[in-house]
């Protein structure tokens, strides 16, 4: 158990469906983030929010909308998604992000993932 | 190609074996990191090294990192089936934004 919890575990959507991923971090820390786990490809990062403020946004197509309503809360919204949008995808959240430290360390911690499939 | 890749791309062991990965990087960075997934779940952190340390520690792990080479080094000792899982390095530098930018992993299975 991480402090990081994620819903649904698992959904399956139609290509002209809405739905929300919901995640929640019961460890006070201040950035929350959205990746995502394709087939033997590396861990893609889709969002990132810093005290609620959306910091990040790694060209991420607009059928995807994040929204972070406080330091422990976040959704990704999905609207007219692709078959190839099928993934897990993670949550995490981390103590702070920052650009300014050289030394900046972010330990993540990671949700146990939506297992997405699109129709 | 990426920032981290990890080598080998799988990995079969026996019990009680020591398991051996590599990762390489590209960019200088300010730290690395190490986390394991076990299938279709989250990543866990396992240990962080400094870019000014050389070697952790951390139960049978062991982490070693050479930055002259740009590459880290992680080893568990003595493995266990419970060790079966994919193993992601991670690093953070300027040159990305001080973002974790994660490797494609190393997949292991021990087999008991």
């Known amino acids: 158990e991480t402090g990081v919890t994620q819903t649904p575990r698992h959904l399956v959507m139609g290509m002209t469906n809405k739905k929300s991923l919901k995640c929640e971090q019961h460890?006070?820390?201040?950035?929350m983030y959205w990746y995502k786990q394709s087939a033997k490809k590396p861990l893609e990062l889709m969002f990132v929010?810093?005290?609620?403020?959306?910091?990040e946004n790694n060209s991420v197509p607009s059928r995807f909308s994040p929204e972070c309503p406080n330091s422990s809360h976040l959704f990704l919204h999905l609207h007219t998604l692709q078959p190839e949008d099928s993934a897990l995808y993670l949550c995490?959240?981390?103590?702070?992000?920052?650009?300014?430290?050289?030394?900046?360390?972010?330990?993540?911690?990671f949700g146990p993932g939506t297992r997405l499939t699109v129709l | 190609s990426q920032q981290g890749e990890e080598d080998p791309q799988a990995l079969s062991i026996q019990e009680g074996e020591n398991a051996t990965m590599n990762c390489s990087y590209k960019?200088?960075?300010?730290?690395l990191q190490w986390y394991r997934q076990n299938s279709g779940r989250g990543l866990v952190h396992l240990i962080l090294?400094?870019?000014?340390?050389r070697e952790k520690h951390s139960g049978r792990l062991r982490v070693t990192l050479d930055t002259s080479k740009k590459s880290s080094s992680l080893l568990i000792t003595a493995s266990r089936a419970a060790d079966t899982a994919s193993y992601f390095c991670?690093?953070?530098?300027?040159?990305?934004?001080?973002?974790?930018?994660f490797g494609a992993g190393t997949i292991l299975r021990v087999k008991s």
């Open positions: 995490a959240s981390s103590q702070r992000w920052t650009r300014t430290s050289n030394y900046f360390v972010d330990t993540q911690y």
């Open positions: 460890l006070g820390h201040n950035a």
């Open positions: 929010y810093n005290f609620k403020e959306q910091t």
């Open positions: 960019t200088s960075i300010n730290n």
């Open positions: 090294i400094r870019s000014n340390e």
């Open positions: 991670a690093t953070d530098s300027m040159e990305y934004g001080n973002k974790l930018v």
